[in-house]
């Protein structure tokens, strides 16, 4: 296989979804890797919620990992990942796992160019389609009656789940806002409710109860995603699944959650967990303990990972990407079509790296 002989770094710093964010102003950074060897590129990327540690992990990327490739060969993913983790080891888990998550894309989508091959084929495909729910049109900020046009709009268009977010709003609004949605949609469209971390275990206990009145189909992240213990006895006495996993940072921090059967469905974040190497051994734990596997935002990547395991229950399409790329994903009837060209097929347009390019 070819060898890299160049890579650059940069970053986006684009709008966040208005539908979605809570704060005036808000904004993603997009920290980007391009790799070159004789006749392809590859990108790679990690994203970060606002600004400011977009540079931290641009500077991580630029004096230790990119040195390192090259002359090294695309298809070295898993050595390569071994060698960025022991030498970042002693930083803990933080920006180390988003610039690790960077390379590791980089690599894997040069890699399956080179071969010939879309990202899934390459990591080895099982399905042509995966289930998806739509998300990312629930911002706290909207009004109820927003709120439930937005889902109601997802269902117009084929989806069959949506995802609300009950964390961080009233209790009675929260409750009140899923009832008109419930009410909207029917009975036969899944809803999956987002704590995003806000409750107490007490909180969360009584309010999954109240949750369970309109049949919700997942509790996601409903206290503090450390807490083993607590999600524990929620998943022992709730009726609904309770998943996570988007802080987790690690495949190791996914065990216990698995063998405790705490989480019903792993959600891990691609750049939060250092890449496509590492999401490959968390949807293999998935699969060995018989726990659904749904990664977290990043559509356009996670399509070729769920395509890829036995595991997959649904995969986030939160299309906040989707207005800078130049393709998007084929999406209907509640399913995402996995695109077929080489490689993970995501690139930014001109336009969105002139407009939104600061380094």
Known sequence: METITGAETWIL?????????????????????????????????????????????????????????????????ELLWSEFFRLTHRMGTGINRFAMAAVDIALWDLRSKLHGVSLAAELGQLTERVPVYGSGKAGTHLSTDELVELASEYVRDGMTAVKLRVGGIDRELSLERLARVREAVGP??????????????????????????????????????????????????????????????????????????????????????????????????????????????????????????????????????????????????GFARVPTRPGHGVEFTADAIAAYRTA
């Not at 977009?54 to 993913?77: C, I």
């Not at 107490?200 to 997942?218: C, I, M, N, T």
């Not at 990407?321 to 009837?333: C, D, I, K, T």
Request: net charge negative.
């Open 13 to 77: 710093r684009i709008p966040f979804t208005p539908t979605s964010a809570d704060v005036e102003g808000a904004r993603h950074e997009i920290i980007g890797v391009t790799l070159e060897t004789a006749t392809q590129t590859g990108t790679g990327f990690s994203f970060l919620t606002y600004n400011g540690g977009g540079l931290a992990v641009k500077a991580l990327l630029d004096e230790l990992f990119l040195p390192r490739l090259m002359g090294r060969s695309p298809g070295e993913t």
């Open 188 to 333: 036969h469209v899944r809803i999956m409710c987002d704590g995003n971390e806000r409750f107490s275990y007490p909180e969360a206990l009584d309010f999954g109860r109240q949750l369970a009145k309109h049949e919700v189909f997942w509790f996601e992240e409903p206290i503090l995603s450390t807490d083993l213990e607590g999600h524990v006895a929620l998943a022992e006495r709730l009726p609904m699944l309770i998943v996570g996993g988007e802080h987790h940072c690690s495949a190791a921090e996914f065990v216990p959650y698995a063998t405790r059967r705490a989480f019903g469905v792993l959600q891990p974040n691609i750049c939060m967990v250092g890449g496509v190497t590492e999401m490959v051994r968390i949807a293999r734990l998935a699969e060995l303990h018989g726990l659904g596997f749904a990664p977290h935002l990043m559509t356009e990547l996670h399509v070729h990972l769920a395509a890829a395991t036995r595991s997959t229950v649904t995969v986030e399409y939160f299309p906040f990407l989707e207005p800078f790329l130049s393709s998007r994903l084929e999406v209907a009837g």
